[in-house]
T-cell receptor, first 112, second 115 residues
Framework: SQQGEEDPQALSIQEGENATMNCSYK?????LQWYRQNSGRGLVHLILIRSNEREKHSGRLRVTLDTSKKSSSLLITASRAADTASYFCATDARSGNTPLVFGKGTRLSVIA | NAGVTQTPKFQVLKTGQSMTLQCAQD?????MYWYRQDPGMGLRLIYYSASEGTTDKGEVPNGYNVSRLNKREFSLRLESAAPSQTSVYFC??????????????FGEGSWLTVV
């Protein structure tokens, strides 16, 4: 079964608003990663947060991690129409060769 | 730098036909993966190869076989295609070592329809 579960499944906002997506997982992790997928394309890595980190920033992206609640959130500030995509969290259970396990994704629509 | 290249991009098969999806990466990564993506199901791992010479089953391996031909190439074979295998297939790779990040790199996907 899948490790990460994103919430909501779909989100529609106006350009300029902030978008928040959440991810919950079940077991201990080494790190958690967020990926973006434009329609008809492969997934592209956005940001990685390690289990000993609580918050990380990259441009307009802010990721938080609460290991006690086994949850993470991705905040996109001042959204743009070009941010329209699906966003996936992926959990890395431990260092080594364990595959990443992806959630079902949140489909974000940013309306201009 | 091409990254992860997979072929073909699109394929239509008849039930019972066989085919092989090819994947190659030029980043010298040790681990490679095959995922399938279905509407509402996210990405599910079919098979992976942690290093050259090894392969392991993922979440949904039934109906598939894989070959890690060398460090660069990891192919996925459907021996007898079924309509349930209609999906988008993604190959991916990453370098899992203590000195590298754990980012995974994806190909652009292969759209397979089984009729």
């Amino acid at each position: 079964s899948q490790q990460g579960e994103e919430d909501p499944q779909a989100l529609s906002i106006q350009e300029g608003e902030n978008a928040t997506m959440n991810c919950s997982y079940k077991t201990s992790i080494n790190n958690l990663q967020w990926y973006r997928q434009n329609s008809g394309r492969g997934l592209v890595h956005l940001i990685l947060i390690r289990s000993n980190e609580r918050e990380k920033h990259s441009g307009r992206l802010r990721v938080t991690l609460d290991t006690s609640k086994k949850s993470s959130s991705l905040l996109i500030t001042a959204s743009r129409a070009a941010d329209t995509a699906s966003y996936f969290c992926a959990t890395d259970a431990r260092s080594g060769n364990t595959p990443l396990v992806f959630g079902k994704g949140t489909r974000l629509s940013v309306i201009a | 730098n091409a990254g992860v290249t997979q072929t073909p991009k699109f394929q239509v098969l008849k039930t019972g036909q066989s085919m092989t999806l090819q994947c190659a990466q030029d980043m010298n990564h040790n681990s490679m993966y095959w995922y399938r993506q279905d509407p509402g199901m996210g990405l599910r791992l079919i098979y992976y190869s942690a290093s050259e010479g090894t392969t392991d089953k993922g979440e949904v391996p039934n109906g598939y076989n894989v070959s890690r031909l060398n460090k660069r190439e990891f192919s996925l074979r459907l021996e007898s295609a079924a309509p349930s295998q209609t999906s988008v297939y993604f190959c991916a790779s990453r370098d899992v070592s203590k000195f590298s990040g754990n980012t995974i790199y994806f190909g652009e996907g292969s759209w397979l329809t089984v009729v």
